[in-house]
């Protein structure tokens, strides 16, 4: 059982170019959600989907966009990279409702240039 | 903006003793979790405590919740290398409903041999 999947692990970039970073779960949830984690400031949300159709705005969503392609696959894009978009990105999953844990993917690291 | 602060950032302890690492926060939830970030990895889900419970266990994990304070505690016992992680504490709203996450900006544990 996979879990949480993302690709690309790493990844560089120089300014301006686009970018999607990718992410599969195999534990039928339906709610997916996109962080990004910078140092001392633990993990920021960036965009949620409750259920397979749906998006919506976290925390931080500007610069950014998602896709939830079906049920198991949600992506992040980066139209224009900027520097400020450097980070640590995690994608996570799990049954939409209160006291329900999220399961996390290993993360992708980008470096805008 | 973060809605948990954790307290200490960095705690460096030896094998065998005990860890307690604090967590406050700023609105009403319906429940806190904590999870634990392995160097390298994403983040795993360790313990909920619901609002109205005042504290849980889960083999050597002990979770305290004072809503009264808005803050909680992790204490880790008879600790050993392999708790050497960071620790984060997430908050679930009371208002809005579902499982959208609000993390702290973590506790780094170190535990020596």
Not at chain 1, 68 to 72: G, T
Not at chain 2, 78 to 84: L, Y
């Given at each position: 059982n996979a879990g949480v999947t993302q690709t690309p692990k790493f990844q560089v970039l120089k300014t301006g170019q686009s970018m999607t970073l990718q992410c599969a779960q195999?534990?039928?949830?339906n709610s997916m959600y996109w962080y990004r984690q910078d140092p001392g400031m633990g993990l920021r949300l960036i965009y949620y989907s409750a259920s397979e159709g749906t998006t919506d705005k976290g925390e931080v969503p500007n610069g950014y966009n998602v896709s939830?392609?079906?049920?198991?696959e949600f992506s992040l894009r980066l139209e224009s990279a900027a520097p400020s978009q450097t980070s640590v990105y995690f994608c996570a999953s799990n049954l939409?409702?209160?006291g329900q844990p999220q399961h996390f993917g290993d993360g992708t690291r980008l470096s805008i240039l | 903006s973060q809605q948990g602060e954790e307290d200490p950032q960095a705690l460096s302890i030896q094998e065998g003793e005990n860890a307690t690492m604090n967590c406050s926060y700023k609105t009403s939830i319906n429940n806190l979790q904590w999870y634990r970030q392995n160097s390298g990895r994403g983040l795993v889900h360790l313990i909920l405590i619901r609002s109205n419970e005042r504290e849980k266990h889960s083999g050597r994990l002990r979770v305290t919740l004072d809503t009264s304070k808005k803050s909680s505690s992790l204490l880790i016992t008879?600790?050993?290398?392999?708790?050497?992680a960071s620790y984060f504490c997430a908050t679930d709203p009371l208002?809005?409903?579902?499982?959208?996450l609000t993390f702290g900006t973590g506790t780094q544990l170190k535990v020596e041999l």
């Open positions: 195999d534990m039928n949830h939830r392609l079906n049920k198991r939409w409702g209160q | 008879a600790s050993r290398a392999a708790d050497t208002a809005g409903g579902g499982n959208k």
